[in-house]
């Protein structure tokens, strides 16, 4: 059997608005500066998104950067627990344990890949300091009852909204609900600058903790004018690019999801507001999706396998206070189409539906 022709589209993208905004920014002779009026206008422009005043917001070198950056203006330090889920960026957990905290490890929803709300209040203990969580391939944390939980503990809540720059929930933007958020703009993201991030502190005093930690006297994690420039016509253009990638999905998810039944779509149910940075689907076990991504590869159709779960970690790394299933189930099986694939014209995406339809038959027929 051939494989489908198919087109990709271009990443990173290659606008004339981020040419010309980095042409002006060479030319202006401050790219080279320590800060810049760039710098300024994109922290005045995302504090503005998530409805801070600019010096709550900091940017950063990187999404994970300013997670831990985010531990430490928070207090956390050595003895200290912080929440988090099994399954969710690996680095979350890294960043807790640069810090000399230890990770309690929750688990995720069943039907979804954010964490748990029973989860976390099962992690209940004395030496918790902060919860982070994330909202991942278009879904949104619970950020109503995993708040409230966190203000009733007295934990900071670490919203993690490194993939869904301009996500709205209940008619806020993501990185509105924590204590601190952060983005990212590495790689792939929906917004990229090759690498960057950026930090909320939602207090004054978490505000001027976290200008304690960058300013020494220069930023001690900057993002360099010339990114800020690549930035701004991606963020001039981000709803429309969301508008794409959402129509795109729910498209893919309408054609495939009753000719694919051994596979699982996990479409977001927030549907116009969404943010995708991948669509996620559910393999039906391990060795399929060992197969999916073989031959994804194979012929270059952006497809790839999720995070890998935390579930086996040691008691001495990790605290487990609750068993955890779904993270280990979307750990083995869960697959994911990149945003890139999701920007394509309408007229290109029956072909990724025959892309898929034959990756599909492959791996029922092996």
Avoid at 2 to 26: G, H, M, N, Y
Avoid at 109 to 117: E, Y
Avoid at 160 to 175: H, S, T
Wanted: net charge neutral.
């Amino acid at each position: 059997m051939s494989f489908p022709k198919f087109a990709v589209p271009t990443w990173p993208p290659q606008w004339t608005e981020i040419f010309d905004a980095t042409d002006r920014c060479l030319k202006s002779g401050r790219w080279g500066q320590y800060r810049s009026e760039t710098q300024a206008r994109l922290t005045s422009r995302l504090a503005k998104l998530v409805d801070v005043s600019s010096d709550h917001l900091r940017l950063c070198c990187s999404g994970t950067a300013a997670i831990e950056c985010s531990l430490r203006a928070a207090g956390v330090g050595p003895g200290d627990e912080v929440v988090v889920a099994a399954f969710d960026y690996p680095g979350n957990v890294r960043c807790i344990e640069m810090v000399g905290a230890k990770p309690v490890l929750v688990d995720v929803n069943p039907d979804d890949p954010c964490m748990n709300i029973d989860s976390v209040a099962a992690a209940a203990g004395d030496r918790v300091k902060a919860v982070i969580a994330s909202h991942l391939f278009g879904h949104a944390f619970d950020v109503s009852r995993i708040g409230k939980l966190c203000r009733e503990r007295n934990w900071v809540l670490i919203e993690d909204a490194c993939q869904v720059k301009g996500m709205k929930i209940a008619g806020a933007r993501a990185g509105s609900f924590g204590d601190f958020a952060t983005f990212s703009f590495g790689g792939s993201k929906v917004i990229t600058a090759g690498a960057g991030g950026a930090i909320v502190a939602r207090s004054a005093r978490h505000a001027a903790k976290l200008a304690s930690i960058l300013d020494r006297p220069s930023e001690t994690f900057p993002m360099s004018p010339l990114q800020c420039a690549v930035i701004e016509p991606q963020l001039d253009r981000l709803q429309e690019m969301h508008a794409i990638r959402n129509d795109c999905a729910s498209y893919l998810v309408s054609e495939l999801r009753d000719r694919t039944p051994s596979w699982q779509w996990l479409p977001s149910p927030l549907g116009a507001d969404s943010a995708y940075y991948k669509l996620a689907v559910l393999a039906a076990s391990a060795q399929q999706r060992a197969r999916i991504v073989t031959l994804a590869d194979q012929h270059g159709f952006l497809l790839g396998a999720g995070f890998r779960s935390l579930h086996r970690a040691s008691e001495r790394r990790c605290r487990k206070p609750v068993e955890l299933k779904f993270s280990a189930m979307l750990g083995d099986r869960l697959f994911l189409i990149d945003q890139r694939l999701l920007l394509c014209e309408p007229e290109v995406r029956s072909q990724y539906v025959d892309v898929l339809m034959h990756i599909y038959h492959e791996c029922m027929e092996s």
